[in-house]
């Protein structure tokens, strides 16, 4: 198994941007759900956003408290799965993870592959 890697983590201001990155060389990202996840201290990690890609299409799903502020994309040429944040705000800090599954509405214990993860800090 061969695992994501995450980068694009860093420390901004509340209403700034960020895009992180979920890249996995040994991954087929057809047919197949890319999922963000993020744990902030204290908390259980929750999903964040998903995308998954099936038949040519893509469909893409969001937790309501990042939907109209962060975009999942994804370049399968690049192996690469994208999530843009914008408007951040101090309560999007954590560890942002991403893993694989077959469906994006797969429970998070059927994710794979799951990555270290990349900090995110938003100051206020």
């Known amino acids: 198994e061969v695992q994501f890697v995450e980068n694009g983590g860093g420390l901004v201001q509340a209403g700034g941007s960020l895009r992180l990155s979920c890249a996995n060389s040994?991954?087929?990202?057809?047919?197949?759900?890319i999922g963000w996840f993020r744990q902030a201290p204290g908390k259980e990690r929750e999903g964040v956003a998903c995308i998954s890609s099936q038949d040519s299409n893509t469909y893409s799903y969001y937790n309501d408290a990042v939907k109209g502020r962060f975009t999942i994309s994804i370049d399968i040429a690049k192996n690469t799965v994208y999530l843009k944040m914008d408007s951040l705000k101090p309560e999007d800090t954590a560890v942002y993870s991403c893993a694989a599954a077959s469906k994006c509405l797969s429970g998070q214990g059927d994710f794979t592959s799951w990555g270290q993860g990349t900090q995110v800090t938003v100051l206020s």
């Open positions: 040994g991954f087929t990202f057809a047919d197949s759900a």
